[in-house]
T-cell receptor, first 117, second 114 residues
């Protein structure tokens, strides 16, 4: 089975440009998560969706960031306008629903390495 | 407040030896799960092992085992018979049932030497 798919794998852009990151979760998974990883802050949850509905976006840094999930097999994370401090690795993860303690395992995509010049 | 603490400095371990990575956590939720992930230099996050708060037995997955000490809020990862491919960052994470967020520690760096 295919895992979580992210594109692009690498993105280099200039400050002020719009950046769109894409994610295809594992088929059948109810939850989709967007994370950001930096050396300074480690792994941070930005937003997550349950059945395509945004549930918690409290980790989204500011209004320049937006995320959508138009259907169960596709999500985007958009940064407009981008700034150098947005440079990071952005991960998408998905998981099925589970009622076990702590929920089901989240499976991560390969990540998108973003560099904003 | 930091929910997951991983404070060990980078570790060097001899090939075929065992290594223990420390993780302590903080929660008042009686229902939670603990997860360990591996991140090699290529960057992907690879799930290794899960331990539920109600599990009576320590979790095991192949060469990975989890030393779960609930009263001490400790969930140390043990890698047995280390291999060169085990060189990576290892992250401990927790998810509370009352909160869908997965909180990560800062990671432990492991380098396996031949």
């Amino acid at each position: 089975d295919a895992g979580v798919i992210q594109s692009p794998r690498h993105e280099v852009t200039e400050m002020g440009q719009e950046v769109t990151l894409r994610c295809k979760p594992i088929s059948g998974h109810d939850y989709l998560f967007w994370y950001r990883q930096t050396m300074m802050r480690g792994l941070e949850l930005l937003i997550y969706f349950n059945n395509n509905v945004p549930i918690d976006d409290s980790g989204m840094p500011e209004d320049r960031f937006s995320a959508k999930m138009p259907n169960a097999s596709f999500s985007t994370l958009k940064i407009q306008p981008s700034e150098p401090r947005d440079s990071a690795v952005y991960f998408c993860a998905s998981s099925p629903y589970s009622d076990r303690a702590g929920g089901e395992t989240q499976y991560f995509g390969p990540g998108t390495r973003l560099l904003v010049l | 407040a930091q929910k997951i603490t991983q404070t060990q400095p980078g570790m060097f371990v001899q090939e075929k030896e065992a290594v223990t990575l420390d993780c302590t956590y903080d929660t008042s939720d009686p229902s939670y799960g603990l997860f360990w992930y591996k991140q090699p230099s290529s960057g992907e996050m690879i799930f290794l092992i899960y331990q539920g708060s109600y599990d009576q037995q320590n979790a095991t997955e192949g060469r990975y085992s989890l030393n779960f000490q609930k009263a001490r809020k400790s969930a140390n990862l043990v890698i047995s018979a280390s291999q060169l491919g085990d060189s990576a960052m290892y992250f401990c994470a927790m998810r509370e049932n009352g909160n869908n967020r997965l909180a990560f520690g800062k990671g432990n760096q492991v380098v396996v030497i031949p």
